[in-house]
């Protein structure tokens, strides 16, 4: 492409769809917001910002299915 940027093609389509629209939707929390906004700050752009929420969301969910635990939000760190 012209930018350099691609759309990943490999992996489950319904599971990619999913975890972006989860990020969209995580900008309401307030840690995730942060987390977006520090990401633009950086110099991304929307979608990249929003593929790297998705993928820290991910993390999350594994650490959850490794540790048996429950979603415990942490409180924001300022930038």
């Known amino acids: ?3 350099g940027e691609h759309a ?3 992996g ?3 599971l990619k769809r999913a975890m ?3 990020a969209f939707a995580a900008l ?3 840690a995730s917001r942060t987390y977006y906004d520090r990401c633009r700050v950086r110099g991304k752009t929307h ?3 929003l593929l790297r929420l998705a993928r820290q ?3 999350v969910l594994f650490a ?3 540790d048996g635990t429950f979603y415990e939000p942490r409180t924001p760190r300022l930038a």
């Open 1 to 3: 492409s012209i930018h």
């Open 8 to 10: 990943p093609r490999g």
């Open 12 to 14: 489950n389509r319904q």
């Open 20 to 22: 972006f629209l989860s």
């Open 28 to 30: 309401h929390d307030p």
């Open 47 to 49: 979608t990249q910002a």
């Open 57 to 59: 969301r991910i993390s």
């Open 64 to 66: 959850m299915l490794r």
